[in-house]
């Protein structure tokens, strides 16, 4: 089974401009949760979903920040528009049920810079 | 509050040597505990967990952890340690809001894990 999947796999864009990461779930997973990690900072949780509904969003740096799921299989994570210490590895995870007891699975992430 | 501890930055330990790497956490109730690896360039991927039952949980790649309520530890550890096991290992908590369940995950800041030949 093909596993979570973030493209593009590497952004490199000048200030100002709008980024816009894409994720695809799991078949069948119901959560889906947007990370960003960096040497600073470690691995945050910026915002997730359970059922296509955004829960908790407090790990969103700003309003330059937008996620949207626009169906059960596929989420967009925007920045518009985009600063240099925006630049980080953005993760996508999905899991399955909303409990809490299923594992989260990863893709290999965005590695985004912006100059 | 809420927290996972990982009190090690980095663990060094010879090819064939048993390896731990630490964990505590802090939540209230009975928690919900999960490690993960992370090899460069890639996402973190699913070792083991904790939900109930018997207090070692045995996981991917001959892993497992151990679960200690008294010390509020979940220590990973392996018999025998492979150069490829390098890497870096995150613990994780489930969290909770307002003492009832999420499916949001607490993790630690991660321990680098070096294998020596």
């Known amino acids: 089974d093909a596993g979570v999947i973030q493209s593009p796999r590497h952004e490199v864009t000048e200030m100002g401009q709008e980024v816009t990461l894409r994720c695809k779930l799991i078949s069948g997973h119901n959560s889906l949760f947007w990370y960003r990690q960096t040497m600073m900072r470690g691995l945050e949780l910026l915002i997730y979903f359970n059922n296509n509904v955004p829960i908790d969003d407090s790990g969103m740096p700003e309003d330059r920040f937008s996620a949207k799921m626009p169906n059960a299989s596929f989420s967009t994570l925007k920045i518009q528009p985009s600063e240099p210490r925006d630049s980080a590895v953005y993760f996508c995870a999905s899991s399955a049920g909303t409990g809490g007891n299923q594992p989260q699975h990863f893709g290999d992430g965005t590695r985004l810079s912006i100059l | 509050a809420q927290s996972v501890a990982q009190p090690e930055d980095q663990v060094n330990v010879a090819e064939g040597n048993p390896l731990t790497v630490k964990c505590t956490y802090s939540?209230?109730?009975?928690?919900?505990l999960f490690w993960y690896v992370q090899y460069p360039n890639r996402g973190l991927q699913f070792l083991l967990k904790?939900?109930?039952?018997?207090?070692l949980v045995k996981g991917s790649y001959g892993f497992e952890a151990e679960f200690n309520k008294s010390q509020t530890s979940f220590h990973l550890k392996k018999p025998s340690a492979l150069v490829s096991d390098s890497a870096l290992y995150f613990c994780a908590v489930r969290a909770l809001f307002y003492g009832g369940a999420t499916n949001k995950l607490i993790f630690g800041t991660g321990t680098l894990l070096a294998v020596q030949p």
């Open positions: 939540v209230s109730g009975n928690p919900y």
């Open positions: 904790y939900i109930t039952g018997d207090n």
